[in-house]
């Protein structure tokens, strides 16, 4: 079973930190790598993706990649009260996601 | 504008009864799948496809089935084979295969009564 673990959380941080958010994969042969953000009872939409080693940024969004040791992170700074949200990161190849990690933006 | 549409918004079965959640795309996407989500966890898939008139199971299909008759539609019928259908369903396609990323439509709540 190929899996996608991420730490549930709850995270909370305060108005303007970076918030540090966590996935981990089995799969070596995975390529591409999605963080997708889910307001409470609405559908997650994309955010980020990435696919090589190493940072991708967008705007406060950061995306980083180690293929050698299987994890992706998404670094979110200057967070905002409206970043609350769970956070879920996908293995597309596998079309597998993780259980998501919700976080709060404390003012 | 393109997007997903998924209806009904909010959907009550009754034991013993098959219902049929709807989704259709004019996205021009190739590949349209079907996750469920249980409250406080991930998603999980239930069948998926790449091409009209194919599709395959996912990790949980037992007791749901689908069609793939038109590239934009992609429906799911929930049967009375699923014993614990209450949960949220999520359609998504994506251009090509998973690798380019999903866009979601807004959702199906399903509640059993």
């Known amino acids: 079973q190929k899996e996608v673990e991420q730490n549930s959380g709850p995270l909370s941080v305060p108005e303007g930190a970076i918030a540090s958010l966590n996935c981990t994969y089995s799969?070596?042969?995975?390529?591409?790598f999605f963080w997708y953000r889910q307001y409470s009872g609405k559908s997650p939409e994309l955010i980020m993706f990435i696919y090589s080693n190493g940072d991708k940024e967008d705007g406060r969004f950061t995306a980083q990649l180690n293929k050698a040791s299987q994890y992706v992170s998404l670094l979110i700074r200057d967070s905002q009260p409206s970043d609350s949200a769970t956070y879920l990161c996908?293995?597309?190849?596998?079309?597998?996601f993780g259980a998501g990690t919700r976080l709060t933006v404390k003012p | 504008d393109g997007g997903i549409t998924q209806s009904p918004k909010y959907l009550f079965r009754k034991e013993g009864q098959n219902v049929t959640l709807s989704c259709e795309q004019n996205?021009?996407?190739?590949?349209m799948y079907w996750y469920r989500q249980d409250p406080g966890q991930g998603l999980r898939l239930i069948y998926y496809?790449?091409?009209?008139?194919?599709?395959q199971k996912g990790d949980i299909a037992e007791g749901y089935s689908v069609s793939r008759e038109k590239k934009e539609s992609f429906p799911l019928t929930v049967t009375s084979a699923q014993k614990n259908p209450t949960a949220f369903y999520l359609c998504?396609?994506?251009?090509?295969?998973?690798?380019?990323?999903?866009?979601f439509g807004s959702g199906t709540r399903l509640t059993v009564v």
């Open positions: 996205l021009n996407h190739d590949a």
């Open positions: 799969d070596r042969g995975s390529q591409s």
């Open positions: 496809s790449q091409i009209v008139n194919d599709f």
């Open positions: 996908a293995v597309n190849y596998d079309m597998r």
């Open positions: 998504a396609s994506s251009m090509g295969n998973s690798g380019y990323g999903y866009t």
